[in-house]
Each structure stands twice: as C-alpha cells, then as structure tokens.
C-alpha cells in the first residue's frame, strides 16, 4: 500500500452545497489525481497535481476545484453540488509521472 | 490520445490460463502500454507495463505483438481472485496522466 486514505469515504449532501474531499498520502510522492468512476465510464480524470501548489486540468474538470498547499493533501472541491457529481471518486499519488499509480480507496458522493 | 479497444467481458475458468486482449492500432512509437486492474469495490492497481518487448513480473505476463498494435496480458493460472475489470492504457513517454477506458470484465468461475 502506498498509504493512500480519503475523506470522507461516503457522503450524501444536497444539491447546491459545498463539498470537499481530502486525499492524504505518506509516501512524500510528487503526483496526485483525483478521478471520478460511473458505471458504463470507467475512471476518468478530474484534475491533477503535479506539486504543491501545481495543478492541472484534466477530462471532466468543469465545477470542480483542486488545491494542494501540502505535499500530502490534494483537496477537490464542488463549490455547487449538482445530481450529476453523484460519483464514486478515486485520488491516486505517483512518485514520477512516468511510474505507477497508487490508487486509494474511493469517496462515494450522493448528491440529493 | 491513441485509443484502445477492449472485449466488455470475459470469462474464465479457476486455474485456467486467461488471455485478456487490447486493441491499439494508432499506437504511436512511444506510447508505453500499461494494464491496470480493479477489484469490486476497490481502487484500481498497477498490473504491469511495456514499450516493445514482452514482460513478466509475479502477477502477470504482457505479450506485445511485433508490431505494436495489440498486446495481451496473460493471467497464468485464474484465481477467483482475479475477478476484476482490467484496463488496457497507453501513457505517452512524455505524459503525466493516465487515460483509463471500460475494460474488459472478468469472470472466473469455480
């Protein structure tokens, strides 16, 4: 394991209030991701931190936002949450951008 | 982004060799291909990787046809275990970002 957690692991909100995920990693590793998954999509990529401070977007990255002030937290944060950001959404930590990615447990959302 | 192309499903039977195809005929000379797998209920993880030569680690082979424009990941003996959607990437050498796809489902029966 890479030590990898996120919080919270499960939330159900309503629609229009703000959300913030956190991913905490242990591994001092320079790349962070956070990815959404949806049945019939597979993951795909939200926003992306390549370090602190240094961020970047990715597919499906409209009403979200990132930082990362740490290099062991990447917030994403829906400033509005909407039906359609009901999700299952994944952070992953590389060391390199050219190595594996280390994935962490999962958020599931429910947006109400 | 090169694509890749994945059968939805498979099936296996427990102990049986598994032979998981990918598609990547716009493959371009450096794009890596990467295979991940994700566990029901799981974040998915790292199965193995290569550029142009076959590859082996503990948890799988990767055959990589001459050409480049397909590529197989071999499970040796399927385990219950390996029930798993497995995911077929190509990173560009230069990349910072993985582009996952559907996958393909994997069954293995008793």
């Known amino acids: 394991d890479a030590g990898i957690t996120q919080s919270p692991r499960h939330k159900v909100t309503e629609t229009g209030t703000p959300v913030t995920l956190r991913c905490h990693q242990t591994?001092?590793?320079?790349?962070m991701y956070w990815y959404r998954q949806d049945p019939g999509h597979g993951l795909r990529l939200i926003h992306y931190?390549?370090?602190?401070?240094?961020?970047d977007k990715g597919e499906v990255s409209d009403g979200y936002s990132v930082s990362r002030s740490k290099t062991e937290d990447f917030l994403l944060t829906l400033e509005s949450a909407t039906s359609s950001q009901t999700s299952v959404y994944f952070c992953?930590?590389?060391?390199?951008?050219?190595?594996?990615?280390?994935f962490g447990p999962g958020t599931r959302l429910t947006v109400t | 982004d090169a694509k890749t192309t994945q059968p939805n499903s498979m099936e296996s039977n427990e102990e049986e060799p598994v032979h998981l195809p990918c598609n990547h005929s716009?493959?371009?000379?450096?794009?890596?291909i990467h295979w991940y797998r994700q566990l029901p209920s799981q974040g998915p993880e790292y199965v193995i990787h290569?550029?142009?030569s076959n590859v082996n680690n503990r948890m799988a082979s990767l055959a990589i046809a001459e050409d480049r424009k397909s590529s197989t990941l071999i499970l040796h003996r399927a385990t219950l275990r390996d029930a798993a959607v497995y995911y077929c990437?190509?990173?560009?050498?230069?990349?910072?970002?993985?582009?996952f796809g559907t996958g393909t489902r994997l069954q293995v029966f008793p």
């Open positions: 591994e001092n590793h320079r790349y």
């Open positions: 290569g550029l142009t």
């Open positions: 931190s390549y370090g602190v401070k240094d961020t």
């Open positions: 992953a930590t590389t060391p390199t951008s050219t190595y594996e990615q280390y």
């Open positions: 990437i190509l990173r560009p050498v230069l990349a910072d970002k993985l582009i």
């Open positions: 716009t493959i371009s000379g450096t794009d890596y």
